[in-house]
């Protein structure tokens, strides 16, 4: 049975015992880094056949070249006419929502001119070539194909290259028909570091893409930090993490299956509860011993209850607020009479789910909302993954003869002042007399 221990915020030490419940560092050990740097130099010097060594190697494959290792797109057709009629649909509904939702994200060009003429703006431009990187073997993520792929898509990213793994030859059919649905251009089954390298490198038969997007292991993350710069990231995702606000008001079991929800992805996810109301607490400890014997993941629960799990009391809701916005929880719960009002009171969270039936696993997959949300209090300072991720901002400028002749007066006083004599030249040709 798990033991979540109990926090109270009155008690002497909580803050520096939150901090150290927080805590985490998805740090990569030397054997990691060593590996990883190992696998990016490899890749960028030899290319393909590098890419086929390590598959071949990691991944158990007896793969001569990379065509081998392209899925084709009758393939991925062919799964998805293969899958359930009710799997189907479900994925179908999600990207449709998924869409639905990017839609509204969209930004679109603008400008303005000025009395002399002048003109100011903003051109929106797609990114050209995406790479998408999907966990492989016998997990299972189809959802986060659709919540990467989709907002791509809706930017008007040219080319969406999907990287997948297919350990010992084993594939995902939902996976590929997810792909099929959402519309991914090119897909190879190939994992790891070396996915990731060649996607931000290029090799002969994988293009070097713009961004690398999607979750994976701890040598993918390392990867992704390593290649960034060479191309762009999404991000480097911690553990999944679940907080729920509740008033005392919600059945107990709905809050325990809400904390088993993010418990149950691994040992290292955290699920905590702040309420105000401490027979509140004491039910919900009551509902988690009973239904933990019920779970198939029971273990990976316990563990991660154990482990960064926390009941916290609080003495009012305003606490609870203050408490929220430190943590900056991925999936915030509001389990409360008014979530509307207290969202917004809300300054940090990766998403916020309002109400007592708004279970967070609805946004994992079907919501709308992506579900690429910024971990390990990064809600600070991040936002969820969307599709203006994929889309980037030139400016715009274009003068006027009256306009750069004021404007030229400005930069020659200030670029003389930086000693930058060029720069004020340039500006002082274009005053008028």
Known sequence: MSSIQRLNTADPGFRQTLKDLLAWES???????????????????????????????????????????????????????????????????????????????????????????????QQVTALDRVGLYVPGGKAAYPSSVLMNAIPAKVAGVGELIMVVPTPDGEVNELVFAAAAIAGVDRVFAVGGAQAVAALAYGTESIPQVDKIVGPGNIYVATAKR??????????????????????????????????????????????????????????????????????????????????????????????????VNYIAPEHLELSVEDPQAMAARIRHAGAIFMGRYTAEALGDYCAGPNHVLPTSRTARFSSPLGVYDFQKRSSLIMCSADGASELGKTASVLSRGEGLTAHARSAEYRIKD
């Open 226 to 323: 390593m290649v960034f710069g060479t191309v762009g990231i999404d991000m480097i995702a911690g553990p999944s993490e679940i907080l729920v606000v509740c008033d005392g008001n919600t059945d107990p079991d709905w809050i325990a299956m809400d904390l088993f929800s993010q418990a149950e992805h691994d040992e290292d996810a955290q699920s905590i509860l702040v309420c105000p109301d401490a027979d509140f607490i004491e039910r919900l400890a009551a509902s988690i011993e009973r239904l933990m014997p019920q779970m198939e993941r029971a273990p990976i629960i316990s563990t991660s209850l154990s482990a960064r799990g926390a009941l916290i009391q609080v003495k009012d809701m305003d606490e609870a607020i203050d408490l």
């Open 27 to 121: 740090v990569s050990d030397d054997a990691v880094l060593g590996t990883v740097m190992e696998i990016l130099s490899a890749v960028r010097r030899q290319g393909d056949s590098a890419v086929l060594e390590y598959s071949n190697r990691f991944d158990r494959m007896q793969a001569t070249s990379m065509q081998e290792l392209e899925i084709s797109a009758q393939r991925l057709q062919s799964a998805l006419a293969a899958i359930p009629a009710a799997e189907r649909e479900a994925l179908e509904l999600a990207a449709a929502r998924i869409r639905a939702y990017a839609e509204h994200q969209k930004m679109e060009s603008w400008s303005y001119t000025e009395d002399d003429g002048t003109l100011l703006g």
